[in-house]
DNA sequence: CGCGGGTTTGATGATGCTCAAGCCCGGTGG
DNA sequence: CCACCGGGCTTGAGCATCATCAAACCCGCG
């Protein structure tokens, strides 16, 4: 058994001896998702977690002009979910696609419990993973008070170069909300 | 000592015995607010977490047009934190407020540490309150996607009706990033 | 070579901001 | 008890930002 990436990063916040290490593997179950193919789809009952350890996923909604608007993106070392159908076990109004050939880590509502009954410090894991989530969605939302979609866009490819060679510039605009007719201009301005 | 309503809220979640209650009470200091007093200026480190028994606090920032630009409350029941700050120890670029007169339990972070190497079950807690938020982030970001801002102001309005009463319209107008001129007009139209 | 996904162009227009002014109303001091 | 003050809200004109729509273009890939 490969010590996984996240193995790797839950050992960065917690001691773990060989024998919890082997009693985590068995909860999180690798699977491999071809580009394109779905990890969950609207309607369904967001019942999981994903960790990606290599790859990228999307995570989109079907808007009023029926087009998919993007929420959020996940890559290498990142978890992802729906949180409200996670907790709530209501269905879920989001799709969550490969947009790259993807290595998942998934994690069941119910395992995830029971990890957290037979492991109680990776409870301290998770609330220090849900505590930087909050502190970025803090941030995020304060850029989005302060700055205009134009430099919202420039800030955010400085900040991620290496993404936006990654990804279709469209989703990059759709995440940042913004059409890919306005980017176009952005950028035509910026050379 | 009364059980505060944090106790309650924390003994909604896990089992505390009467002497972890003690333990903890210890860890949570009960401090009055005025109202228009602070708790936090800019460019003081975030060394707490707040937590509201009683009253309402607003979280904000001076932005480049040298205004208030508010991007939390927090009411009986919420904590409210700068988690940059507090996790990294960098100066915040938030005040923090009262605008009522408040009753709020404060936690530093070296407390905070220390309570949860005494008392571990209370990552539990914590784990949750931040898994909610983050769901709370993830369900207010997708209104801001979805929604217009008068879309997202009657739709803010009809969800907290009380909250609208409590605290003047314009905090309301900065929170939902609109001027308070084009609330005025959203609220004609609306009659 | 042709197809189709992704990007660009340009014209038009809506949404929501800015600025300046005035109004309303509750509180405070004379 | 009244006048005034000032915080909060409203009005209206003008304008910037950014979306919409339709079309063309570009280019990698089957």
Not at 72 to 85: C, E, P, R
Not at 121 to 134: D, H, L, P, S
Not at 151 to 156: D, G, M
Request: hydrophobic letters at 40%; proline letters at 4%.
């Amino acid at each position: 058994m490969p010590a996984s990436s996240l193995i790797q990063q839950i050992q960065q916040h917690i001691e773990l001896t060989d024998t919890e290490v082997l009693l985590l593997a068995n909860y999180f179950k690798p699977h491999h998702f071809k580009k394109k193919s779905f990890l969950l789809r609207q309607g369904q009952d967001c019942r999981t977690m994903y960790f990606v350890e290599q790859g990228c996923l999307r995570m989109y909604f079907i808007n009023k002009k029926a087009s998919e608007q993007i929420v959020q993106f996940a890559i290498d070392g990142w978890w992802l979910s729906d949180y409200f159908s996670f907790m709530d076990g209501t269905p879920s109004e989001y799709y969550i696609q490969a947009i790259e050939s993807s290595e998942v880590l998934i994690i069941e509502k119910l395992q995830f419990e029971e990890m957290l009954g037979k492991l109680p410090k990776m409870e301290r894991y998770f609330r220090i993973m849900m505590q930087k989530a909050v502190a970025a969605a803090q941030l995020r939302s304060k850029l989005l008070y302060e700055m205009t979609k134009e430099e919202f866009f420039q800030h955010f490819s400085t900040s991620f170069p290496g993404f936006m060679q990654r990804v279709p510039l469209y989703m990059v605009a759709s995440y940042l909300g913004l059409t890919p007719e306005y980017v176009s201009e952005i950028r035509k301005k910026q050379v």
